[in-house]
């Protein structure tokens, strides 16, 4: 039989929890590192490689220019003087024009080579000035060779050309020279920067990528060992849960994939006759099958159920499990299977359950009786007690014998049993024939409908009762009373009282409800 009235205490488990306190992982941190390292590698690798291509840029943007350029001057200068000479040999004027002409091509290109030096050299721009005015002072002795030669006097030119302008060739060269130097020292200034710089950046990207090598070597080891750690802890977590958890894993059809060893000692069998059949063949009755295959259907619609299952083991003895079916999901949202978690609450039903009929015991009536009553009080609702009696038990026992007295009071048992449905509604074996239920929240005009239907329902058991007065079949007496917690408070007593002065009532015709 299945029972929903509600959550039931773990009884007959052994319940392990495990509580881990751990402490923050490390394992995040030293990837965090890692990659810190590496951002600062990248970072300096690129700003070593920018400072050294900046060095290279300047020594190509200055200094080589600048020498080159410097150098240009002297050889234009050199070409300059040998043209000049063949102004001052030349014996027309076409000879004149011709070598002129020359000279002023590399004027220009001297001139140009100035505006470079101008624009990059990097030392004192007074040096390039003087060189720079030095050159304009050559440029007058070369026009006054020219005029010289065109009016003549070739003689002077020719004076001109091999003393003054000579000498004046050997002093530019000498300032240029000055330029060349210069731009040379610089260069080698830039490329000993740029070594530097690479040789710095050699060490300190190779100390962080040492650094880096290890850490990582540190944390790989560190995060291995934490999941070899955790590995083994999880084999003693499953361990624990299969050794002491009733559980088992169903698929979409209710067959065993797969129980704990638990479970398996619990049902008396082996894990591998287990897989592969389904979960009611383990009920040990039809009606509890029967159950169970609904409570398994509603758990396919994907919603989880909860419930008391009971079964027969072996010799027919009761064995009672409260039952929690959790379906399993796939990517689509449709049931793939259960998962199943099983309390074995036998020895609580013992305690609780009376042993012939299945129902409450007196023993648990004395518990919940006055727990409902304060409840109605504090909630201010309706509780109803009502007592049932079997009419002339003593002479059906006396006809039928006390084992076909037994066998009445079980079905008439089951008949209270299957009326209630609501999870806070209680019927309870007081005594020998006597029975009780407890019920809260319903109104006289329902509890009246209800208790006459649960009065028909025995009767219509067609239990024969040749001695009964009332009826040629077994029947009930029923008397309830009702309290109402608005209307202040009441003892336990006074309501049993109060129900079983109904009961009298009732049982002066016999077979009826009566309601006071």
Not at 189 to 214: C, D, P, Q, R
Not at 264 to 269: A, I, Q, S, V
Not at 478 to 485: N, P, R, V
Request: hydrophobic letters at 40%; proline letters at 1%.
């Amino acid at each position: 039989m299945l029972k929903k009235n509600g959550l039931v205490d773990n009884g007959g488990v052994l319940l392990v929890t495990v509580v881990m306190m751990k402490k923050p992982s490390n394992i995040s941190l030293s990837f965090a590192l890692i990659i810190l390292l590496l951002t600062i590698q990248g970072i300096l690798s690129l700003s070593y490689l920018n400072t050294i291509s900046t060095q290279v840029e300047k020594l190509y943007e200055h200094p080589y220019v600048v020498s080159n350029a410097a150098r240009d001057i002297r050889i234009d200068l050199i070409s300059m003087h040998r043209y000049m000479k063949d102004v001052a040999l030349a014996e027309s004027e076409g000879e004149i024009e011709l070598a002129s002409a020359l000279v002023d091509k590399h004027e220009q290109r001297v001139l140009t080579h100035f505006d470079s030096i101008f624009e990059r050299y990097l030392g004192d721009s007074a040096d390039i000035q003087k060189t720079y005015n030095a050159f304009i002072d050559w440029k007058v002795i070369r026009d006054e060779v020219i005029r010289l030669k065109t009016k003549g006097r070739n003689k002077e030119a020719a004076d001109i050309t091999r003393n003054k302008g000579a000498e004046h060739v050997f002093l530019l060269n000498e300032e240029t020279q000055k330029l060349v130097d210069f731009a040379d020292q610089k260069a080698k200034s830039f490329f000993g920067h740029s070594i530097e710089v690479k040789s710095k950046a050699y060490l300190v990207i190779t100390t962080l990528l040492l650094i880096t090598v290890l850490v990582s070597v540190v944390s790989a080891y560190y995060t291995v060992t934490r999941l070899r750690s955790a590995q083994r802890d999880m084999k003693e977590r499953m361990y624990l849960i299969d050794q002491n958890i009733l559980m088992c894993k169903l698929d979409n059809q209710g067959i065993v994939l797969d129980l704990s060893n638990h479970l398996c000692r619990f049902l008396g069998e082996n894990k591998a006759d287990c897989v592969g059949r389904h979960l009611t063949d383990f009920t040990g009755d039809e009606e509890s099958a029967f159950n169970l295959s609904k409570a398994i259907t509603i758990a396919s619609t994907g919603k989880a159920w909860e419930g008391e299952v009971f079964r027969l083991v072996a010799g027919n003895s009761p064995q009672w499990v409260y039952l929690s079916i959790h379906p399993e999901l796939n990517e689509n949202h449709v049931v793939r299977g259960y998962s199943l978690i099983i309390n074995d609450i036998t020895d609580q039903k013992l305690s609780i359950t009376d042993a012939l009929t299945g129902l409450n015991n007196r023993r648990y009536f004395d518990e919940v009786f006055p727990r409902e009553i304060k409840l109605a009080a504090r909630n201010k609702a309706t509780l109803t007690f009502v007592m049932i009696d079997i009419d002339y038990f003593k002479k059906y026992n006396d006809l039928y014998g006390h084992m076909g007295g037994d066998e009445a009071l079980v079905k008439v048992a089951n008949v209270f049993q299957s009326s209630l449905m609501r999870p806070n509604d209680y019927v309870f074996r007081l005594g020998g024939e006597e029975f009780g239920v407890v019920m809260s929240g319903v109104n006289q005009e329902r509890l009246l409908e209800f208790l006459n239907r649960m009065c028909q329902a025995v009767e219509n058991l067609a239990i024969e009762h040749a001695d009964s007065d009332v009826s040629q079949f077994v029947t009930v007496s029923i008397g309830a009373y009702s309290f109402y917690g608005e209307g202040g408070a009441i003892e336990g007593h006074e309501l049993y009282t109060e129900a079983d002065h109904a009961l009298y009532e009732a049982k002066k015709t016999r077979n009826q409800v009566f309601i006071s």
